[in-house]
C-alpha cells in the first residue's frame, strides 16, 4: 500500500455490462467498493460501464440485451479497450465475463498492468438452466442439450480466466467450480455489507403498518433482480399454498416480477438505507435462486437480524452456513412452504449467529482485503516487467 503522505494513489478502474440504474449485486458491490476506497483515500477509483454517468464514471456504449432488465452489451472489443486505456489504470477489474472482459485484458496488456476477473455470475450453470428449463427438445434432449451448453461454457470459461493475472470468486463453491475447470489462480474474495446502515435497528413499525397488511401478517421479503434464475414463483406458490397470513414483498426491478394476489412488488429502492428499513421490519428474508455465486443480499438480511432462508446451492447456502440460516434442498413449492412454516417456529439462534457472520464482512474489512489483494497482482506484475 502506497505512502499517500509522498506517493499518489494507485488507480483501480473497474469495468462491467452488469450496470443497470435499477439495480443488481454487481452495482451494489461497485458502488460499496468506491464509497469504501474513498473514504480510505489509497486508490482512486473509476468505472467504465454501458450508461454509467457521474464523476469518475465512463460510458462505454452497448446495446440493450433483450430481456435483462436494462443491461447493455458492448461489442467493439477495440474501442473499449481503448477507452479503458485511456484512463491510465494501476489496475483493471472485470466484472463480467463478456466482451468487456476481453476488452479489460486487451488494456491491461497495452498498460503493462494486472488484469483481475471477479466472477460475479456462473454463467455455466446459467445457460444449461436456461436451456433445460424452456424444454422446446422434450425433457430429455433439453437435458442432454443443457448439458452439452455447460460443457461448451466451462471450456470456454476457462479459457478467460487464463488470461487473467488474478480471478476471483465470491465464494468457496464458485472458487472449487473454477478450479475444476482448471482456474488454479482462483481465490475466494467474499462480499461485504455496511453494518452501519444495514442493522437491527433500521426496523421501523410505521414503514410496516403503511403496508396496508393486517398487523398479524407474517411478512417474507425477497430483494434482487426479478429474473428467471432467481426461482420467484416458487415463492409465491408457497405463500399461497401457507394461507393469506402469508405475504411476499418483492423489493427489485427486472424483467419477471412475481405477481399473485398475496405479492406485493415494491419496485427497485436505490437508498441502501430504505433497503435495509424493509429488511429490518418484515418477518424472514428468502431467496430461492440456485445460481446464485454469493449472498449480498443475504448478508444484508442477517446484518438486519431478520432470520434468513434461501436455497441450499452455491453461495447462498454457504452464506447460512453453520447455523447462521435455513436452506431448502428443493425445487418445490410444498417444501418451500413446510420450510417457512419450520421458520416461524424455531428460536432465534441463528439471528445471533448471523449477526455476528455479518459483522465480520462489514466492508470496511472487505475491501482492506481486496486492496491488499490489487496491491499484490501489481507487485507481482512489476516483477516481470
Partial sequence: MPNHATETPLHLVDTTMFWSPRGGGVRRYLLAKRAQLAHDGHWRHTLVAPGAQGDGMVDCGGVPLPFSGG??????????????????PDVIEAGDPYRL?????????????????FCHSDISTLAG???????LLGAQRSQAWARRAEARVDRYLSRLCDRFDLVLAPSRAMQQRLQALGVL????????????????????????????LPADARLLLYAGRFAPEKNLQQLVEAVQRLGPRYHLLALGAGPRPPAGKQVHVLGFQPQAAQVARAMASVDAF?????????????LEAMACGTPVLVRDAGGLSEAVAGGCGFAVDSDRPHDWAEAIAELFMSNRASVRAALARARGHDWSLVMAALQRRYAHAIERRGQFR
Fill in 286 to 298: 428468502v431467496h430461492a435462486g440456485d445460481q446464485e455465486t454469493g449472498g449480498l443480499a443475504v
Fill in 185 to 212: 489462480h482462483a481465490q475466494v474474495q467474499p462480499l461485504g455489507v455496511d453494518t452501519r446502515v444495514f442493522h437491527p435497528a433500521a426496523r421501523d413499525e410505521r414503514w410496516r403498518a403503511s403496508l396496508g
Fill in 71 to 88: 443491461y447493455r452489451l458492448p461489442l467493439r472489443r477495440a474501442a473499449a479497450a481503448r477507452l479503458i486505456a485511456a484512463q491510465r
Fill in 129 to 135: 438452466h436456461t436451456i433445460a428449463r424452456g424444454r
Fill in 101 to 117: 472482459a476481453w476488452a479489460a485484458i486487451d488494456a491491461a496488456r497495452w498498460c503493462g498492468v494486472p488484469a483481475v476477473l
